[in-house]
């Protein structure tokens, strides 16, 4: 009788010991340990925020809070788990001249103050070379004003001194970034036309960017920080055929492929998908991934009259639903699939471009607050989280 109670006991015992254990394995893409609290450096996996934003929209009003009280966003988000700031830096954006009072963003003067700001509240920085006046993009790649009518053999000249001026000017303070993007979403070139693919081919784009390469390393020779070189395409669909063809070209001397990746205009929106991509990348170029744009929004909701852009009729999409917890379940997963992938990180575009009295060409607010980290009042919210969970 004891002898069968003890057997009895002992089944009971490993039975709850099993189960335990087969919990604790059952996690998968779609879950997370919401009590999470990992810790990443920004060379193990970059988890980036461009908040290229941020200095105009304080000016122009708006606040960052966390727990009720006001903060500065940079150690707000430092705190939660961001260890690096993406910036984008335009040659000479005039046209922003009569917008804002005569404050003007992106141009090397804010640049320069949001890659201080950054390295106060001990983050690393990607500074965003967008080799124009205005947004580069894969519609558009804008020849800055002063370098029109160059050939390009002086446009490569000037992408080689423009380069290094930047850093130059970025080191005597002190503020050399650990990682640096030559172009911008370079889907079909840059400079265009000199540097259009479409229209000059690839050897022409493949001449520029080795300029911006080059300049890079050529500063990094006798620099303690040495930025590692990003180079950037827009779409996981397309980021193979673009990758062979600057390989093609010569184009090696580089550190990472970033891309970007926004579930309205992919085509890669499975999980399995996204991991897939990332892995050829890496196998064919042998060179780090890193998506370092991406965006999801938290509500479907408008803070102001600024239509959205990232709006969905439902609500809702990829099968994620347009909340807190539906963005943040959806960066966890993409950050799984980067993880998994052997990428090195994720980088949220403006994820603090929040509604204010900013006049950015094209309207007054944002277009992109419903897609922040904050909410309408400027409070921090669950989105962040994904940022500390246990990807290892």
Known sequence: MNNNRSKMYWLIGNCVLLAIILAGCSKSVGQTNNNSNTRYTWQEFSMGADLSYVNIVEA???????????????AILQRNGCNTVRVRLWHNPTWQNSLNGGLIFSN???ATRTIRRAKAAGMAVNLDLHYSDTWADP??????????????ATMADSVYRYTSFVLNHLASQGLTPEMIQVGNETNTGM????????????????????????????????SSIKPLIILHEAQLQTAEFWTRQLLA???????????????KWSTANSWSEVTRVLQ????????????????FPFTNENADRYNNILWEASGSAVG???????????????CRAVWQAGGKGVMLWEPAW???????????????????????????????????????
């Open 60 to 74: 122009s009003g708006a606040v960052y809070k966390e727990n009720g009280k006001q903060d500065d966003p940079y």
């Open 320 to 334: 994620y639903p347009f909340t807190p917890a539906g963005q943040r379940q959806y960066y966890t997963d993409l």
């Open 139 to 152: 519609q558009h790649q804008e020849i800055p004003a002063a370098w029109r009518g160059l050939s390009l």
């Open 191 to 222: 400079l265009w036309p000199v540097g259009n693919t479409e229209t000059a081919g690839w050897p022409a784009f493949a001449t520029l960017l080795k300029a911006g390469i080059k300049a890079v390393r050529d500063f990094s020779a006798t």
């Open 354 to 392: 929040l509604t204010s009295r900013l006049n950015d060409g094209w309207n007054v607010g944002s277009s992109w607050e419903n897609n922040a980290l904050f909410n309408f009042q400027g409070e921090l919210h669950e989105g962040i989280r994904f940022a500390t969970e246990a990807y290892k």
């Open 249 to 263: 070209q010569g184009v090696t001397d580089f550190d990472i492929l970033g891309l970007s990746h926004y579930f």
């Open 280 to 295: 050829t990348l890496r196998s064919i170029s042998g060179k780090q991934v890193m998506i370092v744009e991406t965006a």
């Open 108 to 110: 090397l003067a804010d």
